[in-house]
Nanobody, 118 residues
Framework: QVTLVESGGGLVQAGGSLRLSCATS????????MGWYRQAPGTQRELVAA???????NYADSVKGRFTISRDNAKNAVYLQMNSLKPEDTAVYYC????????????WGQGTQVTVSS
């Protein structure tokens, strides 16, 4: 059974920090690139950060230097440390297990709300 469950969202003041977690099962986690995406009301879902199986990372320009993505293959989990949060970071954050040549489906979590007050 495939599960991706995000946690760690909440309400925080500007300048604060949150750490999002995504616990997974049933997806061959260590074989996949994992991503964090976000979607604010009225906008398209956008990539925030991604980490490959080799632990290479990439970030949206808007979060570089503030957010850090990491993974723990032993726990089948991916994390997003978010520092210096801004009101424009307010969104629902989703984790995604990216498809590969052999694993032909990608999978999404249900999302966790992050609200940053000014």
């Amino acid at each position: 059974q495939v599960t991706l469950v995000e946690s760690g969202g909440g309400l925080v003041q500007a300048g604060g920090s949150l750490r999002l977690s995504c616990a997974t099962s049933g997806i061959a986690f260590s074989s996949r690139t994992m991503g964090w995406y976000r979607q604010a009301p009225g906008t398209q879902r956008e990539l925030v950060a991604a980490i490959t199986t080799g632990r290479s990372t990439n970030y949206a320009d808007s979060v570089k230097g503030r957010f850090t993505i990491s993974r723990d293959n032993a726990k089948n989990a991916v994390y997003l440390q978010m520092n210096s949060l801004k009101p424009e970071d307010t969104a629902v954050y989703y984790c995604k297990a990216e498809r590969t040549r052999l694993l032909v489906h990608d999978y999404w979590g249900q999302g966790t709300q992050v609200t940053v007050s000014s």
